[in-house]
């Protein structure tokens, strides 16, 4: 019991170095064209393409798009499975508090599975029972929005010079 209780005080290790200024405001102005963009066209064509795990997932894009939860078949493919896996459980099987669970952990564990995860993607499913959508959430906001996020960020990361994005595509 001792050994396990010591393993909350962590390893020690160091913080993460903070990012310069213009790493920063290359985030910043990243995730608001990306934002912006997707706002606009709800707005333009009165179709939902936004969603809430949206703005976590501009962090990993614009903040950190070299590691494999920004890439794109994360990103896109990763929002895609958890919103079906939502939509499922929450059609299929019960909107209570245990389906909503087991939903969250059975897209994890098929974004585990399938190499696609993306955590903010994570969050799909407890949007989708919040509000309790319908099975065109699936293709807007969830599978267009992500898709426009991945494109701003293939136009904008290579912007950089120092970023070449994707990392990998499959």
């Not at 939502?86 to 098929?110: P, V």
């Amino acid at each position: 019991m001792n050994t396990y209780l010591k393993k909350f005080t962590g390893k020690k290790e160091r913080l993460v170095e903070n990012p310069n200024l213009k790493e920063v405001i290359f985030a910043f102005i990243g995730s608001f064209i990306a934002i912006s963009t997707i706002g606009y066209l709800t707005k333009t064509y009165d179709n939902l393409l936004i969603m809430g795990s949206f703005g976590a997932s501009c962090v990993l894009l614009f903040g950190f798009p070299k590691v494999s939860f920004s890439q794109p078949r994360n990103v896109i493919f990763g929002h895609f499975i958890s919103s079906f896996v939502g939509l499922f459980f929450l059609h299929f099987i019960g909107n209570d508090y245990i389906s909503m669970a087991l939903a969250l952990a059975t897209a994890i564990a098929l974004m585990m599975l399938t190499k696609t995860v993306h955590p903010p993607a994570g969050s799909n499913p407890l949007i989708i029972f919040l509000l309790g959508a319908n099975w065109d959430y699936l293709v807007f906001p969830t599978l267009f929005g992500a898709i426009i996020l991945v494109i701003v960020g293939l136009f904008y990361n290579n912007i950089h010079k120092n970023i070449v994005y994707p990392t990998y595509w499959v």
